[in-house]
């Protein structure tokens, strides 16, 4: 079973998307226009004869082995990777180059459709408009802001899922604050 380039480049024609294949390194080659990121390129390789899938994006930053906040970079990436479903972070120490991937051994299954494109948005999603805002900021501050994001989708997710619990929470929490507060004599 396993995968193999012309399969992922059918996925991708179903898209509409532009890409190159280079079959002597059993990849695919695109990219998509960003708002964090201004080339954003994507890698689908495939290793060990189909059973291993990545997909990647490399260089999303660069400068970061002279970078003077390097350590707040690399641990902001770290904690983005324990924050997100499926999104990892790789360094290259020789030459300073950092990649987004998503990647997992396929061994006797099929990629599907489905799959490749979940993984597809989530990384596009996850580097351009998580990642990216949130390194951007660390790069010129030395200071984790932190996933607003996240909570904020957190709380959508609570107001779906249970109309009128926010507006509960809410009140439970100025309760809260009364009583552990004393009025003014």
Known sequence: MAANVQQIATYLDKLGWD?????????????VEAENLED????????????????????VLSGLPEHPYKAAILQTMLAISWETKMLQWEYDPSDGEIRAIIEF??????????QFNRC???????????A?????????????????????????SIQEQAPGLLDLLEKAMEARKRRGSFPNE
């Open 19 to 31: 890409y190159r294949i280079e079959d002597e390194d059993d990849r695919i080659v695109t990219g």
């Open 40 to 59: 954003f390129v994507i890698v689908v390789q495939l290793d060990e004869d189909g059973r291993f899938f990545r997909l990647f994006a490399p260089h």
């Open 105 to 114: 051994p396929l061994e006797d299954a099929n990629l599907t459709e489905k």
């Open 120 to 130: 597809l948005s989530g990384l596009i999603q996850l580097v351009d408009s998580v």
């Open 132 to 156: 990216m805002p949130r390194l951007q900021e660390v790069m010129k501050t030395g200071k984790d802001p932190g996933n607003v994001e996240l909570g904020e989708r957190m709380l959508l």
